[in-house]
Nanobody, 124 residues
Framework: QVQLVESGGGLVQAGGSLSLSCAAS????????MGWFRQAPGKEREFVAA????????NYADSGKGRFTTSRDNAKNTVYLQMNSLKPEDTAVYYC?????????????????WGQGTQVTVSS
């Protein structure tokens, strides 16, 4: 079992930056691949970014490539999402999730554990 808690969401103007953190407890994160997803009002949940258990492999949705960076510090049991050059269309609730599947990490059903989400609002 693992519990995930996101933090760092808030209101930011377009073009600004925001850093999200996902802190884990209950079990060390170093056995999990980690992902970030988001869901905007009236839209389906979508993949944002993922990072493998060792932190040396990442992948990103096209929507965030070149703007978003995910990283992890297993010693701190924490995963991060750095978001730069934010756009109003980035407005959503952002979730972190943990998976033991090891593949297909752009698919939400691969993840066994989810955080509660943190709201990110980008104003124009």
């Amino acid at each position: 079992q693992v519990q995930l808690v996101e933090s760092g969401g808030g209101l930011v103007q377009a073009g600004g930056s925001l850093s999200l953190s996902c802190a884990a407890s209950g079990r060390t994160l170093n056995t999990f691949d980690m992902g970030w997803f988001r869901q905007a009002p009236g839209k389906e949940r979508e993949f944002v970014a993922a990072i493998n258990w060792s932190g040396d492999g990442t992948n990103y949705a096209d929507s965030g490539k070149g703007r978003f960076t995910t990283s992890r510090d297993n010693a701190k049991n924490t995963v991060y999402l750095q978001m730069n050059s934010l756009k109003p269309e980035d407005t959503a609730v952002y979730y972190c999730a943990a998976s033991l599947t090891g593949y297909g990490l752009n698919i939400g059903s691969r993840y066994a554990y989810w955080g509660q989400g943190t709201q990110v609002t980008v104003s124009s």
